[in-house]
């Protein structure tokens, strides 16, 4: 489905176009699209720096097209009196902006065709996907993942671990229950807590992104089994909350 803006020459016209960009490169999907164009081509100019998304898109589609239609810059002419340029006569008829000077008037007339044209499976503008472009989008879907996976939600947990007896040596016991590291896992602050005949155990806080770390997993996986089940008899969870 095409996507419109109007008056983009003007800052209203911008003010939309930059709401719209808000955490996106293209307009519409993860690639340069012909959505791209026709909006690019409605912008007389970069945006200014109070449209940083705006200018940001504007400087992408600008560099992806002077690299898929290399040509020579043929906007201004020598002299009052030499024949005007191809380009710039074909840019001047179809009311494009001078950034289009620099490409062929062919180019130009079918750039023109495609502003004209709502049937968006005319015209393949930009051909098939290029290794390039299949790994910028295969890393676009990374960041969004990593996105996700840092706003997913976190938890507080207040852990019980307890020695086989008195003998166990605390600070070796606390050493071994902090190797374990994972991604999402952050170890706390700890103490020691007596519980009789000269036994002490340790009260460890952790916080944990829910998506990427399960408690249980944790206890059952790791602090219980070896060689950390050496000093650790068994771990209890004191609290849990949400943060």
Same mark, same amino acid.
């Given at each position: 489905?095409?996507?419109?803006?109007?008056?983009? +020459?003007?800052?209203?016209?911008?003010?939309?176009?930059?709401? +719209?960009?808000?955490?996106?490169?293209?307009?519409?999907?993860?690639?340069?699209?012909?959505?791209? %164009?026709?909006?690019?081509?409605?912008?007389?100019?970069?945006?200014?720096? !109070?449209?940083?998304?705006?200018?940001? #898109?504007?400087?992408?589609?600008?560099?992806?097209?002077?690299?898929?239609?290399?040509?020579?810059? &043929?906007?201004?002419?020598?002299?009052?009196?030499?024949?005007?340029?191809?380009?710039?006569?074909?840019?001047?008829?179809?009311?494009?902006?001078?950034?289009?000077? /620099?490409?062929?008037?062919?180019?130009?007339?079918?750039? +023109?065709?495609?502003? /004209?044209?709502?049937?968006? =499976?005319?015209?393949?503008?930009?051909?098939? !996907?290029?290794?390039?472009?299949?790994?910028?989008?295969?890393?676009? &879907? &990374?960041?969004?993942?990593?996105?996700?996976?840092?706003?997913?939600?976190?938890?507080?947990?207040?852990? @019980?671990? *307890?020695? #086989?007896?008195?003998?166990? @040596?605390?600070? *070796?016991?606390?050493?071994?229950?902090?190797?374990? /590291? $994972?991604?999402?896992?952050? #170890?706390?602050?700890?103490?020691? %807590?007596?519980?009789?005949?000269?036994?002490? *155990? $340790?009260?460890? $806080?952790?916080?944990?992104?829910?998506?990427?770390?399960?408690?249980?997993?944790?206890?059952?996986? +790791?602090?219980?089994?070896?060689?950390?089940?050496?000093?650790? /008899?068994?771990? =209890?969870?004191?609290?849990?909350?949400?943060?």
């Amino acid at each position: 489905m095409a996507v419109t803006f109007s008056d983009l +020459h003007t800052a209203d016209g911008l003010k939309a176009l930059e709401a +719209h960009l808000a955490g996106k490169t293209y307009v519409s999907g993860d690639v340069i699209s012909k959505d791209d %164009v026709k909006v690019f081509a409605a912008v007389p100019s970069k945006p200014g720096a !109070e449209f940083p998304n705006a200018a940001r #898109w504007y400087e992408t589609v600008s560099a992806a097209l002077a690299a898929r239609f290399p040509g020579k810059a &043929a906007g201004v002419a020598g002299s009052s009196s030499a024949a005007p340029a191809p380009a710039a006569e074909a840019a001047k008829v179809c009311s494009l902006p001078l950034f289009f000077l /620099q490409f062929s008037a062919s180019f130009v007339n079918m750039l +023109h065709g495609l502003l /004209q044209d709502d049937d968006d =499976d005319d015209l393949d503008l930009f051909g098939d !996907e290029t290794e390039e472009d299949k790994k910028a989008a295969e890393e676009r &879907a &990374a960041a969004k993942a990593s996105t996700k996976k840092k706003e997913s939600g976190k938890s507080s947990v207040l852990l @019980d671990v *307890k020695p #086989w007896d008195d003998e166990t @040596d605390m600070k *070796k016991l606390e050493e071994a229950v902090r190797s374990v /590291q $994972m991604e999402g896992l952050t #170890w706390g602050a700890s103490k020691l %807590v007596p519980v009789g005949y000269g036994i002490k *155990k $340790m009260t460890i $806080m952790l916080t944990i992104v829910d998506d990427l770390v399960s408690v249980d997993s944790l206890i059952e996986e +790791h602090l219980t089994e070896e060689p950390i089940n050496e000093y650790v /008899q068994s771990c =209890d969870i004191v609290a849990f909350n949400k943060i």
